[in-house]
């Protein structure tokens, strides 16, 4: 079992920057691939990004290339996504998630075994 706790939302203004955290309970963190997912009112929960369990890929959406930015340290249990050059469309429930297996590496929600609560990341214009 894995228990996943998001930090680090809030209001920013469009053009800001945000660094999400996000701290797994467990011995095994090493072994999960994580990835970033963010849900807007009346979306779908979609995918913003991901980071092979290695630590040696990464793979974002083309929404948020070159702005975000994702990094482990598995000594400390944690990934971060550096959010810059916030715009107003990523306003969104972002949640961070983990994936036990060696071999994927997707970007499908049902991909993903372990799921955070969410932290509310807000841009306004």
């Known amino acids: 079992q894995v228990q996943l706790v998001e930090s680090g939302g809030g209001l920013v203004q469009a053009g800001g920057s945000l660094r999400l955290s996000c701290a797994a309970s467990?011995?095994?963190?090493?072994?999960?691939?994580m990835g970033w997912f963010r849900q807007a009112p009346g979306k779908e929960r979609e995918f913003v990004v991901i980071?092979?369990?290695?630590?040696?890929?990464?793979y974002y959406a083309d929404s948020v290339k070159g702005r975000f930015t994702i990094s482990r340290d598995d000594a400390k249990n944690t990934v971060y996504l550096q959010m810059n050059s916030l715009k107003p469309e990523d306003t969104a429930v972002y949640y961070c998630?983990?994936?036990?297996?060696?071999?994927?590496?997707?970007?499908?929600?049902?991909?993903?075994?372990?799921w955070g609560q969410g932290t509310q990341v807000t841009v306004s214009s």
């Open positions: 980071i092979r369990w290695s630590g040696s890929t990464t």
């Open positions: 467990g011995r095994t963190f090493s072994r999960y691939s």
């Open positions: 998630a983990a994936d036990s297996s060696r071999v994927r590496f997707g970007t499908a929600v049902g991909n993903y075994d372990y």
